[in-house]
């Protein structure tokens, strides 16, 4: 890849991954390593424009009917999709018709962008992302396939061990930390042949294991607040994204606030109740 690249505009699609979730901002919003990756191609390029479509819960045919025709009427140097692993965890699923909808998605992105840009998820390490390990692992090869194509860049974070590492992960066992997406951000900006700040693939410094009382309170907290809520809207038919807008819904002028700057690779991790489900 060229190391000198220029990239004028961004626009990300996909679910909760690439909203942001969980790298929450003092205002209550969600930044996330597409708006951090949004303010450093902004800072080496007057007049960058960025739209990020993504909208929590989404499934690949909605990211396909909602987003896609959107995202490649808007020719974008880059484009980001992230979608299907919303799929995978559901009990039932139909990975032929991910795939298929995973098909239809990049057919239509790939021509309309400068370069397009897949991603292997990242999986926090546990039981439950062993259940569902082997949908995963098809996904990601159809992803690569699609990638060999047509011509698309695959970031691969499913293969980076320490974004298994559970202190990567939000009390919500769904979604990364501040300093996970602060490492995708950098995965991304490398996949797109621009120069390397630092090993985003560098382990958390050891830790000793959190004691019983602190698991068990972790637990707990996480079958009360995330839990017992995402079973409901399974059970209903419901989605947390039900009826919410993206939050850049139009590829504008970008002026990265303070907060959204890239800021100096944390040492500090969050201790052993950031255990994440997958």
Known sequence: MEMNAAYTSFVAI?????????????DGTYRGWADLLAARLAARTPGFRYANLAVRGKLIGQIVDEQVD?????????????????DTLRPKCD?????????EAVERLAPSCGRLVLMRSPGRNGPVMERFRPRMEELFAHIDMLAAR???????????????????WDVD????????????????????????????????????????????????????EHLVPWIGRRLTGRSSGDG???????LLPYTAPLIAQ???PHTAATDGETAGLS
Do not use: C
């Open 95 to 103: 990975m032929g018709r991910v795939r298929g909808l995973l098909d």
């Open 70 to 86: 959107r995202a490649a009427g808007m020719n974008a140097d880059v484009v980001t999709l992230v979608g299907g692993l919303n």
């Open 14 to 26: 996909g679910d909760s991954f690439t909203e942001g979730m969980s790298d929450g901002q003092p």
């Open 173 to 224: 066992r769904l979604h990364l930390t501040a300093e996970g997406h602060r490492r995708v951000a950098e995965a991304v900006w490398q996949t797109l042949g621009l120069a390397a700040e630092e090993d985003w693939r560098i382990p958390l410094p050891p830790a000793a294991p959190p004691g019983w009382s602190t698991r068990r309170a972790a637990d707990l907290r996480f079958a009360r």
């Open 244 to 250: 919410r807008p993206a939050k850049r819904p139009e």
């Open 262 to 264: 890239h800021t100096a």
């Open 150 to 168: 047509h011509g698309a860049l695959v970031v691969d974070l499913y293969g980076a061990p320490v974004l298994g590492d559970q202190r990567l």
